[in-house]
């Protein structure tokens, strides 16, 4: 996904948890440059949480039959 971020008409989402804001942009700018939507998940303390979705995508990718093609997106419902 590195070298193609996109999943159908979308791209894979990045997120990034800390309490740097100057560095959460530049990691930001990187990401969309790269082509990958980054995501603001808040401050360093749900860094952890970030780290538990790295490790629910390893375990769907060698256990639940994925491989490495997939990634996590945030959805937006249109409002009505």
Do not use: C, Y
Not at 2 to 17: K, M, W, Y
Not at 18 to 29: H, L, P, S
Not at 41 to 59: C, D, F, K, S, T
């Amino acid at each position: 996904f590195h070298l193609d971020p996109r999943l159908g008409d979308s791209s894979i989402d990045v997120h990034l948890a800390g309490d740097d804001t100057e560095a959460k942009t530049t990691v930001a700018t990187i990401a969309t440059q790269s082509g990958f939507t980054p995501i603001d998940m808040g401050p360093l303390r749900n860094a952890g949480l970030l780290e538990a979705m790295a490790i629910l995508w390893i375990h769907h990718g060698l256990f639940g039959g994925h491989g490495r093609e997939f990634g996590f997106k945030i959805l937006h419902r249109d409002p009505a």
